[in-house]
C-alpha cells in the first residue's frame, strides 16, 4: 500500500512537471508565433488537457479530504467553489481565460490590466483587489482571503500540498526579502500603468514570466514537494504581504485607538 502510495506521488508530481514544462515551451513560442505556430498549437493542446486533468485530480482530492478530515470541510467547500469558478467556470461560460483575474487581483497578477481583458473583469477584479480583499481582511484578518478563498496557494495546499509530509525550513529566510520586493515591483507596476499605460504590455510580459516561474513551476514542481503546501505564500505571494499589511495596520490603528495619547 505504501509503495503504491509512493508511485502514485511520483505520478502526480510527474504530472506537474510535465505540465508546466509545457507551459515554458508555450511562453517561449507566445513571444514569438511565426516562428512555431504548429508547436504553440501543439504546446497549448497539451498544456490545457494536463491543466484539465490536474483539476479532476484536485477535485477528486476535495471530495476525499471532506469525507475523510470532516473538521476540513467548510474551508474545503469554500475553497473549491472560489477555486473552480475562476478556474473553470467563467472562462468556459466566457470562453475567456483572462476571467481567472477576479480572484487573482493586483498585487497577485496585472492580468485586470491586460489590453485584451474585457472590461466587465478589470472592473470585478479592481473591486475585489482594492475593497473586497482589504474589507475581508480588516473584519477577519490573514484567514479570511489566504486561509478561504484564494484559489491558489490556499486551494493547493489543502490539496496537492497534503499529499506532500516533508517540510525542509533551510530556505525561510528567503520570505524576509522576495515578497516585499515582488509587492514593491508590483506597486511601481500599478503606477506605471495608471500614469503610462502604454507599459502594460512589457510589464505584462515580465509579470507573467516571474509568476510562471515563482507561482506555478517553483512552487508546483519544487517548493510544494519540499517545502511545504504553503511555502508559494510565505517565500514569494506579493497578495500575501499585501493581505500581511492590512493586517499590521489594523492591529497598530486597534492599539492606537485603544492608547489614545
Ligand atoms: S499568500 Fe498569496 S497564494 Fe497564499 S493564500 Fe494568500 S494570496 Fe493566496
Not at 504590455?201 to 513551476?217: H, P
Request: some cysteine; charged content about 15%; hydrophobic content about 50%.
Amino acid at each position: 500500500m505504501k509503495k503504491l502510495k509512493k508511485i502514485f506521488i511520483f505520478l502526480l508530481w510527474f504530472l506537474f512537471f510535465v505540465t508546466f514544462t509545457a507551459e515554458i515551451v508555450k511562453l517561449i513560442f507566445e513571444q514569438n508565433p511565426e516562428i512555431g505556430h504548429k508547436q504553440l498549437g501543439l504546446a497549448n493542446a497539451f498544456f490545457w488537457s494536463s491543466l484539465f486533468l490536474i483539476e479532476m485530480i484536485m477535485a477528486g482530492f476535495v471530495i476525499t479530504f471532506i469525507v475523510k478530515y470532516p473538521s476540513r470541510r467548510k474551508r474545503l467547500v469554500i475553497l473549491s467553489v472560489c477555486h473552480f469558478s475562476v478556474i473553470l467556470l467563467f472562462p468556459v461560460v466566457f470562453n475567456d481565460w483572462s476571467w481567472t483575474c477576479l480572484l487573482y487581483p493586483w498585487p497577485h497578477s496585472l492580468q485586470a490590466f491586460d489590453p485584451m481583458t474585457p472590461k466587465a473583469a478589470l472592473l470585478l477584479s479592481s473591486v475585489i483587489g482594492f475593497f473586497i480583499v482589504p474589507l475581508i481582511t480588516l473584519k477577519w484578518g490573514a484567514k479570511g482571503f489566504c486561509g478561504y478563498i484564494c484559489p491558489h496557494g490556499a486551494f493547493f495546499s489543502e490539496t496537492y500540498g497534503r499529499v506532500f509530509s516533508k517540510r525542509f525550513r533551510g530556505v525561510d529566510w528567503m520570505k524576509r526579502y522576495i515578497p516585499p520586493i515582488y509587492f514593491m515591483f508590483m506597486t511601481a507596476s500599478l503606477l506605471s500603468i495608471i500614469f503610462f499605460p502604454y507599459t502594460i504590455t512589457q510589464l505584462r510580459t515580465v509579470q507573467k514570466m516571474v509568476y510562471f516561474i515563482t507561482a506555478e513551476f517553483l512552487y508546483f514542481v519544487v517548493c510544494i514537494p519540499l517545502f511545504g503546501g504553503r511555502s508559494y505564500c510565505t517565500l514569494f505571494c506579493p497578495m500575501g504581504y499585501y493581505v500581511k499589511r492590512i493586517v499590521k495596520f489594523k492591529n497598530r490603528s486597534g492599539k492606537s485607538t485603544l492608547n489614545p495619547k
